[in-house]
């Protein structure tokens, strides 16, 4: 069997995950997302079937496995409509970096808080005048006399600020021998004097918001630092090819929803005597859509399978990869969905309008189509660099 096929565990795994997003769906998401709330109930319940730290080690309460059933978890609990994008954040980029470099007791205060979903943590990369380029990162953290980190900064489009307890924040540092700067990972308490958060009014309606962090000589004990401060950039992307892995995962999801919608419209809307899916104008472009998702799929398998093994350097590239074919994927099938259904596309009582919108977002976050583009042309063929 060709190892990115899955295995018996992780078919079962998708079963149950599709029967929990089944009982909550896309009408509990809304619902939810209209009063203004996050989906505590379905957040509480996946926790305690032990899917949100279904990657983390079995050693601080984590299920053991890795991103290919956290992925697994993400890509059915959307294609049932409910998504919990916080997966993205608090288990696979958060927990992720402090199992793999946090200290002892780094892991034992937070992953078991980050398996069991009592405690979440946001991730802090994105920065005004940097995106989400590291070495242009304006962040910095200093040490003063007594050991403490002191760290300012700017931060923005940090998703579920208002529902975590403390960020990881990326920061640089200098080199003592060198002088440049380089990144570095904090964990910083929300309440902590100086840091400050407020909410980006955005167009997208999501349970999860998005927000602008100011840090102002934020004071941090020693510990606060992820890891080694010589490793940071290594310990960054232990955090970001599962962001990607995962961000396709929710392109994949919410791409295999908006299909499911317009294939069960197009079986039963009947137009001159005949279902309109039996035309080849409504049918092709549903058969397309359906074929993109599954090679972004079979990529994403691939990525998560790489990293999981620990090949980290062939995981950037194949992770890069899923996450644009899943975005691409992702956007035709929302756009086929809605035109299949024509205006009735565009109603609240289908609720595919509001994917337009959600879909972009797989095209442009956590980096852009064309940003990896720019790894693929320059790290995988060779060519050389515009910038």
Not at 87 to 92: D, E, K, N, W
Request: hydrophobic content about 40%.
């Amino acid at each position: 069997m060709s190892p990115v096929m899955e295995t018996e565990e992780h078919k079962a795994l998708r079963t149950a995950v599709a029967a929990l997003g089944k009982r909550y769906g896309r009408d509990y998401l809304t619902r939810v997302t209209a009063a203004g709330g996050y989906p505590d109930e379905l957040w509480s319940e996946a926790a305690k079937l032990g899917y949100l730290g279904v990657n983390l080690p079995e050693e601080h309460g984590g299920g053991g496995g890795g991103i290919a059933e956290l992925s697994i978890v993400l890509e059915e609990l959307g294609t049932a409509g409910c998504p919990l994008l916080m997966l993205i954040v608090s288990p696979a980029i958060c927990g992720t970096v402090i199992a793999r470099y946090g200290t002892d007791a780094q892991k034992q205060r937070w992953l078991p808080g980050i398996a069991e979903g009592t405690r979440t943590m946001a991730f802090g990369i994105t920065e005004p005048d940097a995106g989400s380029n590291s070495h242009r990162i304006t962040t910095t953290a200093r040490r003063d006399a007594g050991g403490d980190w002191l760290l300012t900064g700017r931060k923005v489009f940090i998703s579920g600020v208002d529902i975590a307890d403390s960020v990881l924040i990326v920061g640089r540092t200098e080199d003592a021998r060198t002088g440049t700067l380089k990144p570095c990972l904090f964990v910083v308490p929300k309440d902590a004097p100086g840091f400050g958060w407020r909410a980006i009014d955005m167009e997208i309606n999501s349970a999860e918001k998005q927000f602008e962090l100011t840090l102002d000589d934020v004071r941090l004990p020693a510990d606060a630092l992820v890891g080694d401060e010589d490793a940071g950039l290594l310990q960054l992307f232990a955090g970001l090819n599962p962001e990607r892995i995962m961000t396709a995962a929710f392109a994949i999801g919410m791409g295999r929803y908006a299909l499911a919608r317009a294939v069960e419209y197009a079986r039963d809307r009947t137009v001159w005597k005949t279902p309109i899916g039996s035309h080849q104008a409504i049918a092709h472009p549903l058969a397309q859509a359906h074929i993109e998702l599954e090679l972004a799929r079979l990529m994403m398998q691939k990525a998560a399978l790489l990293y999981d093994s620990g090949d980290d350097t062939a995981a950037g590239e194949a992770a890069n990869m899923a996450k644009y074919a899943a975005g691409e994927a992702c956007v035709k099938a929302v756009d086929q969905a809605v035109h299949t259904l024509g205006g009735n596309g565009l109603t609240r009582e289908y609720g595919l309008g509001s994917l337009v919108t959600a879909a972009r977002v797989s095209r442009i976050a956590p980096v852009s189509r064309e940003m990896i583009l720019n790894y693929v042309s320059h790290q995988t063929l060779g060519l050389p660099k515009s910038y």
